[in-house]
Structures are given as C-alpha cells and as structure tokens.
C-alpha cells in the first residue's frame, strides 16, 4: 500500500515530526510578536489590530521585512531603521518566552492538537498578564476574566484536570471558585496583617482564571510558588536598596509564573490536599 506519509517509514515519520516542532515553534514566536502589542495597546485602551505596528518614538510604520519576531530585532541591532532610537530588549524577550512556551506546550502534549492550542493560549495570556502588571500594576479583566472564560470552556480537552469530560468540567469551575476565594482570603489576610492592600482584586480574578486551567490544587500550588517567589523578591529588592519598604510590588508576574509552571507540573507534596 502506498499512502502520501507512511508512518512505516521512519525518514517520513521524523520529517512530520519535526514540521510539528517547527509549527509550534515559529507559531510562539509570531503570536509573541501580537503579545508585544496586547502589552503596549491594551492598558492604554487602544485597538489590538489598528494601526499596524509603528515604531514608539518616531511613530513611522515598522515594515514586515522589519517586523520578524527576535530576527529583526537582532539584524537592526535593537534600533528602529527610522529614527535609530533603541527599541526595547523586552521586545525580543516576549517573543522568545511565547516561542519557548508553545516548544514545550508541543513537547509535553505533543499530538493532542486542540489542547496544545488551548494551553498555549493560556500561556500567551499569562505572559501578557505579567508584563502589563510590571508596566502599569493592572490586570485587565480581558485577559483574567477571559482566562477564567477559556479555562472552562476547554476544560473536557484539559488532560491536567482528570480523565472524564463531565468531571474535568466540574474541576475546572470549581478550580476557578476556589481561586476565587484563597485569592481572596489570602488578600484580606494580608491586609490585615500588614495594614495595607497587598494584593489587589486584579490578582484575585486572575487567581479564579488559574484555577479554571489547573484546578483547585493547581490554585493553590500557584498561591505557593508565587508567594514564595513573590517574597523573595522583595527580600532581595529591599536589601539590595533598589526598594523601600513600603513601595509596592505587582504580583501578577509571580502568580503567572507559578500558573505557567503549574499548568505543566503539580507541586510534589500537593499539601494540604493529598495528606
Ligand atoms: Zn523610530
């Protein structure tokens, strides 16, 4: 029998393979590219699709031959070909990091199509969420209530949370509620504790968002590894004198890295819920 790609054959199987790899890949990098705009636009309320990319300083259109996610970047040397003013490191960073995440989305569900594509969403929405805290100390709704949204509408293709359809369905929104209230809890706690707001209710819906793609150990595993990341960052800030004691820190950025890992991993120990 002769077919187009015979899995029999191994050069053609490693040939598809590898386009499989590229794809996720090379698609993470350009997606990373649109993420570069989510982060400028969106807090400042303007369109995601209009006006094409331009260059900040000197507002002249970027050219797509100048356009190419990290390549581009690196062939100007970081500078814009109009006006010559540096163009952000972060740039190409946003760009890697997303072409990063989808590699190893591809690499831990490598087949499962409709979920890579979800989980890789997910991610981009994260790594959006963490630069835009670290730029303006808000998570906009869109992206965490539309996490909490998409967490739950592709729960039945959600491997991390179970076996049956119906049963990741309820993990998921019962992940997001959780999230919800430890957030929540966790906020009034300290609050209390430090007489100031230390988290606000944009990392509360994100919290709910998280635990609607991990469930409600995956909050909690999220809450941990942020808290812990979190504090020691602020440890080594304040000691280092770059911050006072009193200056603020968004959290965004830990909770969607702690998110990001824990969509990959559980925490080992999974306390308190595995005792
Ligand atoms: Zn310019």
Redesign the pocket.
């Known amino acids: 029998m002769d077919a187009l790609i015979s899995t029999s054959d191994p050069d053609a199987a490693a040939a598809f393979a590898a386009a499989g790899w590229a794809f996720w890949a090379l698609l993470g990098l350009c997606l990373g590219s649109f993420s570069n705009v989510v982060i400028h636009r969106l807090p400042r309320g303007r369109s995601l699709v209009r006006p094409g990319s331009h ?1 900040p ?4 259109a970027v050219a797509a031959y100048d356009n190419i996610p990290v390549l581009s970047w690196v062939l100007l040397r970081g500078r ?6 540096p163009i952000s490191w972060r740039y190409p960073l946003v760009e890697l990091l997303t072409g990063a995440a989808f590699t190893a989305v591809w690499w831990r569900w490598e087949g499962q199509w409709g979920w890579a594509g979800a989980a890789a969403g997910a991610l981009t929405a994260l790594s959006c969420v963490a630069f835009i805290d670290c730029d303006t100390f808000l998570i906009p709704d869109e992206l965490s209530l539309g996490l909490a949204a998409a967490g739950i509408v592709f729960a039945p293709l959600n491997p991390t949370l179970g076996d049956a359809a119906l049963g990741r369905l309820a993990a998921s929104a019962g992940g997001a509620v959780f999230g919800l209230g430890l957030c929540w809890a966790v906020a009034a706690l300290g609050e209390k504790a430090f007489g100031r707001e230390a988290m606000g209710g944009g990392d509360i819906k994100l919290l709910m968002g998280v635990g609607a793609w991990t469930g409600a150990l995956g909050a909690f595993d999220t809450m941990v590894l942020a808290s812990f990341a979190g504090a020691a960052h602020g440890v080594w800030l304040i000691a280092s004198g770059r911050l006072g004691r009193r200056d603020p820190i968004p959290f965004g950025p830990f909770l969607s890295g702690g998110a990001a890992f824990t969509l990959f991993y559980r925490l080992p120990f999974g306390f308190p819920f595995n005792l």
């Open positions: 260059c300083r000197c507002r002249r814009c070909r109009n006006c010559e003013k």
